[in-house]
Structures are given as C-alpha cells and as structure tokens.
C-alpha cells in the first residue's frame, strides 16, 4: 500500500511539474482568452493514457507498478478535469458563449478521440 502511494505520489509530482511547464509555454506563444493551455494539457493527456491503457492491454510489457505510476500519478498529475471545470465556468461569467461551447465539446470528443487514437495505436503497432 504504502508503495503503490509513493508511486501515485512521484508520479503525480511529475506531471504536476509538466502541466505547469506546458501551461507556461502555451500562454507564452499564444495569447488568447480561450483556455487553451488547459485543452492542450487534457487532449496530450488523453492520448498519452490512450498509450498506456494499449500498452497495458498486451498483457506484461509494463509492471503493474509502472502501469499505477504512469496512469494515476504521471496522467492522473498532468491532466486537470478542476481547471476544465473553473475555465468552463470563467466563459460563462465572461459571457464567451462561442469559446465555452467550442472549448466543452473539443474538451470532450477531442479527449476521447485522442484516447482511441492512442488505443488505436499501440493495437496497430502490437497486432
């Protein structure tokens, strides 16, 4: 128990830190009142744990140790569903129906196409 926490816990440090990175790095280049760091952050994470969930599905090529590190701590650190809801809720107040209706549906079926894509992936790399 207390080793698969500090997994979860390391792993989450990790993709705390790049989050933060990322956000930095898109706010830098991009300047914009959509909350475009956020959807960049989910969609990349959304794919990345597409991978994982694929490489999980071919049964022992990561450790059921790499696979909690990876997908609750690095994903679970990197992505953020709380910014999602508080950017979602900022387009309301601001009044930005165009950015708050473009932003939840790519937030949602981009997210999930980018989930398969990844799935879809390591299926055709693995098959």
Known sequence: MLKNTLLVGFGGFIGS???????????KIIITNFPLGTL????IGCFIIGIFYGLFDK???LSPNLRIFLSVGL????TTFSNFSNDTIN??????????MLYMGLSIFAGISMTFLGKSIINYLWS
């Open 59 to 61: 049964g022992n090529l």
């Open 75 to 78: 994903c679970g650190g990197f």
């Open 91 to 100: 387009l309301v107040n601001d009044s930005e129906l165009l950015y708050l």
């Open 17 to 27: 830190v790049l989050r933060y990175l990322t956000t930095l790095f898109v706010h």
């Open 40 to 43: 960049i952050i989910n969609l």
